[in-house]
């Protein structure tokens, strides 16, 4: 049997309770830092580039320099907290010394083709949704690709892979490690829409997909296929389709940083379907060409003896 790494990683040398205190006041700074540049930016863009028209400014090297900023930012966010818990990229990603790159590539292609044609069936059947952008920039895209994957790529790095970790080396069960950040996850991003007339289903959307990464990191061993999912998932989302809006004339020109724009409303049933059909059929790709054993999701999770070898 192959020896497994993940879970087991954070019990080779646990951190002490003020790591994980150092880790919040860190992820406090993190956003207060951020919310001063995304507030600065503007300006800091007039006085550079327009000093005598205040406020006119073009938006295709807003979104450029926003882009950049925030890939400083998350990048060294998630470098920092690597080096304070004493644990290596690779580590962090399934518990070993190196990292499964094709695994990454393959979850990409399902997510982005599962994405594109699940797009494509509803723009066949209602074309009138969506309207070509006349206005795209290929810097602003550009730079939404490279800000999209880090940003994605550090999320579930570090929630997936540190969260899921101590979850799973505190409670020593891998089912709380698999339910627990899924359940924490979309309480964090549904708390805003409490009270709306669809939030159970948009609950159920975000649920099910956080459970799905979650199990598939823990049967994998290792976050790679979730990494690649999430990113294929979200970036086919921001190239392709930006947020909706009543008509095109009400989206700020700013955010027009997509091939297509939309004036439909949202759709949570729809989407809702789309997650559980498209992610059990991701799941099913998944799990007959890495042959996971679910018996692995009622083992223990223990420390491994230190001349253990790495998983085979």
Known sequence: MATRNFLERPLKDENKWWTYLLVFVQSIFAAL????????????????????????????????YLSFFLLLFWFFAGLYTGILLN???????????????GRILFAFAVAFVWMAIDWGI??????????????????SALSLVLFGVLLLTTVVLLLYGYLT??????????????????????????????????????????LTLFLLLGLIAILD????????????YGLFSLLFTISMF??????????????????ATEEPLRDLISVVVGGLIAFFIFYKKYRWDFKIMNERVERLPDDAPFRT
């Not at 327009?50 to 450029?64: A, C, F, I, K, S």
């Not at 061993?221 to 294929?232: K, M, N, Q, S, T």
Request: net charge negative; hydrophobic share 45%.
């Open 33 to 64: 830092l951020f919310t001063g540049i995304v507030a600065l930016i503007p300006l800091l863009l007039q006085l550079i580039f327009d000093r005598e028209n205040v406020g006119d400014y073009h938006p295709g090297l807003l979104m450029g």
């Open 87 to 101: 644990r290596t990229l690779a580590e962090t990603i399934n518990g070993t010394k190196s990292v499964r790159w």
């Open 122 to 139: 509803d723009y066949f059947w209602h074309p009138d949704k969506y309207v070509f952008n006349a206005d795209w920039h290929l810097w």
């Open 165 to 206: 970790q101590e979850i799973g080396a505190r409670t020593h069960s891998r089912q709380w490690a698999w339910i627990v950040p899924a359940i924490i996850f979309t309480l964090i991003i549904q708390s805003s829409d409490f009270g709306e007339p669809d939030f159970w289903l948009s609950t159920g959307e975000t």
């Open 221 to 232: 061993d290792g976050i790679e296929l979730a990494i690649g999912f999430i990113v294929g």
């Open 246 to 263: 009543e008509s095109p004339e009400s989206l700020p020109e700013s955010q027009m940083n997509s091939l297509f724009i939309t004036n």
